[in-house]
């Protein structure tokens, strides 16, 4: 059984940083796209950053330049940087994976979330 495990999150000042980590542990072939989302109170989950197995990365316009998304192939783990947090950012982030996985293919899975809260 895949599980993605999120850690990380917790409450940062404005223009503070976090780094928050996923791990994904359970039988599978491959993970071609590896991402994180966010949700906010009485918002829409929306994806926040992308990376591809090759590295390719994609930015949500609003985190841009205050976000890195990495990933670690042998040890199966996706890292987001978040630096000058703003209150905006406060929202509860999930980690996403897509995974090859055997005898169902591919298919899309969730972490729990991890709560991030940006206030002074």
């Known amino acids: 059984q895949v599980q993605l495990v999120e850690s990380g999150g917790g409450l940062v000042q404005p223009g503070g940083s976090l780094r928050l980590s996923c791990a994904v542990s359970?039988?599978?072939?491959?993970?071609?796209?590896m991402a994180w989302y966010r949700q906010a109170p009485g918002k829409q989950r929306e994806l926040v950053a992308t990376?591809?197995?090759?590295?390719?990365?994609n930015y949500v316009d609003s985190v841009k330049g205050r976000v890195t998304i990495s990933r670690d192939n042998t040890k199966n783990t996706v890292v987001l940087q978040m630096n000058s947090l703003k209150p905006e950012d406060t929202a509860v982030y999930y980690c996403?994976?897509?995974?090859?996985?055997?005898?169902?293919?591919?298919?899309?899975?969730w972490g729990q979330g991890t709560q991030v809260t940006v206030s002074s």
């Open positions: 996403n994976a897509d995974l090859v996985v055997p005898f169902k293919g591919r298919g899309n899975y």
């Open positions: 990376i591809a197995q090759g590295g390719n990365t």
């Open positions: 359970g039988r599978f072939f491959t993970i071609p796209t």
